[in-house]
């Protein structure tokens, strides 16, 4: 049978919901490797190279992550936890929730995570670059962390200001 996808709308900052904390998936099920389809097919359309589902206004721990050219090297990652974290490295970051937006975040350089795929099996990888960057990014997102969050109260003050502005004008 064909699948249907669909595109999930995506939380505009500063809407309250991205700063909810997410439960932990108790079954990888197949409502959850749904939610999964739907999500890829909304990051790749975006575009954008990470989605957490509290994004797309699920409380529950699923993001997926594609740093790769020809987008076709899905991460998912089901409850992520990091385990391991070594040196810090300062990069520049995006968010699909915050668009037009970008500024220089330090986090962990080097980190070792543990998750469940998408059939529920558990897993571990280390991660550095682009990809460490983005799993940390997308784990922010299900503890209700916009990468926002890390600035001055000035810079996100004229953040919030700008995002109302060209949502009042949409
Ligand atoms: O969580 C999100 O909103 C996704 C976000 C992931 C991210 C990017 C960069 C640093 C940290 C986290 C994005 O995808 S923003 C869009 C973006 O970076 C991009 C879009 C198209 C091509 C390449 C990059
Ligand atoms: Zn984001």
Redesign the pocket.
Known sequence: MLSNMALLDILIYPDPRLHIQARSVERVDSRIQTLIEDMSETMYA???????AP?VNVLERIIIIDISESKDSLLVMVNPEIIDIEGSAE???????VPGIYAQINRGEEIRVRAQNKEGKPFELVAEG?LS??IQ??ID?LNGKV?VDYLSHLKRDRIKKKMLKTQRNA
């Open positions: 975006a575009p954008g190279i990470g989605l957490a994004q990069q520049e970051e995006g968010c699909l929730s682009l960057v983005c990014h997308e997102h990468f």
